[in-house]
């Protein structure tokens, strides 16, 4: 039976590329844009589905008219076309303001699976793919590393920390990939020059003020604490570590 599946992308800063200012300990975010590791394995999945069950695939993102970048990267891997909500800054609102923007054209495609990536790389707060799927009232199965689909049966392999865990659930559903899954394909040329060609609707919006306020991220103080042992003999300083071992409760 052939699949309409929509994918979830967000363009990130390139993680590899961010530089933190040694003074304010503010990173720099404005080098290099990417898309975000995990949707990646999600535009993967998104395509094995295609490739086994035929149907069509849609990847969304929001974000400025530069977000169009990431949405190019799942074109050129194979993704039939985009649709990019075009809003000034998705990080300036809260996760919940962004997740009703984003299920507003999910709706609109009606898929029978809808995935993205369990967190994004930037700020990985992981709430946006379970806020789509509670403001659409699909069933939500997180942390995937296998799938199979049996008619509108899906067959799901999660990864949890003591091993594996084995899920049913009927379409339509959101599901979000873990590293799990298959390696992301790297774009050919063929598909590169094919994405050039391929729609890619944008449409405006205006997500309603957030809830929920954050401070700026910062990277942690740097600092070191402990004891220095020095001119004093072998004997006596070893000594001294024991008594600190036992002073700790470590002995």
């Known amino acids: 039976m052939p699949l309409k599946i929509a994918v979830l992308v967000k363009q990130v800063p ?24 995990y949707d990646l394995y999600a535009v993967e999945q998104a395509l094995k589905l295609q490739e086994q069950h035929g149907g069509e695939t849609v990847a969304i993102a929001v974000g400025p008219a530069s977000v169009k970048e990431a949405l190019n990267r799942a074109l050129a891997m194979g993704i039939d076309r985009a649709i990019l909500v075009e809003t000034a800054d998705p990080n300036a609102v809260d996760t919940l303001a962004l997740a009703g923007v984003i299920a507003q ?16 790389d930037d700020y990985e707060s992981g709430q946006v ?9 699909l069933p939500l199965v997180s942390n995937i590393a296998a799938l199979e689909v049996d008619g509108s049966t899906l067959r799901l392999k999660r990864d949890m920390e003591d091993g594996y865990q084995s899920v049913e659930v009927q379409t339509p559903a959101v599901l979000l990939s873990s590293t799990g899954l298959e390696e992301p394909r790297l774009p050919s040329l063929k598909g590169i020059m094919a994405a050039k060609k391929k729609t890619v609707d944008i449409v ?16 942690p103080e740097k600092g070191s604490a402990g004891i220095i042992v020095q001119d004093v003999s072998a004997a006596e300083a070893a000594q001294r570590l024991v008594e600190w071992l036992q002073s700790e409760k470590l002995l």
């Open 14 to 37: 390139d993680m590899n590329a961010v530089k933190v200012d040694k003074a304010t300990r503010a990173p720099n975010l404005s080098g290099q844009q990417v898309a975000s590791s």
């Open 105 to 120: 054209q999910v709706g609109a495609f009606s898929p029978d699976i809808v995935l993205a990536g369990q967190t994004a």
């Open 129 to 137: 793919g379970a806020q789509v799927a509670e403001l659409l009232n």
């Open 204 to 219: 405006s919006a205006s997500p309603e003020a957030g809830r929920v306020t954050w401070s700026a991220p910062l990277a």
